[in-house]
């Protein structure tokens, strides 16, 4: 589990530092829909390799509700919502928001998905979400004053919506495919989302050059795809709250291999205090050993 959890994290920096890459060029829509259409390629090459993975892409095939729900949930509605979010408050904003994600996952769990809510989860959910946000705060110049009510009430509800969906999304894919392994169940919830992402994309793909579409193809298949059979993976395992929570470290990592790779200065004490505060927080909910109840 703790070589997953590693995993996920280190995957996850990855897409972070090579979304960040692409969005500064590139349309936000194109990357988005770019990624997840790579992906959906690659991982179904994979499945369709072996008999075994032919025959859960079939049984996942067969519950084509579950697909699409899940697609627009976890990524059409997620990348719609934050990259619609991030022009109206920032990405800083947007990110505060989606750091409520483990929170999220918290209370829906426990009202709608008998999950085993504890003292030990809740504290850590709280500890870890609240230096995450924090750390947003500090890092993204969130000064008040600076944008309308209405654009900020615009872009705070895309992004709650967004985060919301994601939140549901653990629990959905966990009650509805759960008997199907993450690599065969993958493709069949990304080709839905990949033709729902395409119409916010069209307008920009004629702005995107061929390097640029070399770069989204190695960033879905090299790093998405991966990233997503080992989130989900997690999901399966250990419940939506324990995979949120393990990813609310990315941002500090992100911070980190900014400093290591010399385009960030080194992380200061305020920083390094609230990645203290969000890896104890992880480390109550993850530690856990109370077994996730399966939907």
Known sequence: MAVLSAALAVLLTGTWLLSGALAASTPPMAVAAGRTGFCFVALMAVAVATGTGRAGV?????????????????????????LGAMPLIGTSRT??????????????????????AGARKAVGTMAAAAAACGYAMVNGGTSAGTTEVAQFATGVGLAFAATLGFALYGFVYRRGLADVAPLAALPVILGPATVMLLPLALPALDEVAAEQWLGIAVLGVLVYAPAYVVQHRLILLRGPLFTAAVQLVVPFLVRISGWALGIEPAPGAQELALLAVCCAGIWLVVSDRTPAVRS
Do not use: I, K
């Not at 990110?95 to 085993?116: Q, Y």
């Open 58 to 82: 079939r049984a996942a095939a067969r519950r084509p509700g579950t697909a699409v729900l899940l697609g627009f949930l976890g990524f059409f509605a997620y990348a719609a919502g934050t």
């Open 95 to 116: 990110n505060v928001v989606v750091t409520l994600l483990p929170c999220l996952s918290f209370v829906l769990g426990v009202m709608f998905f008998r999950e085993r």
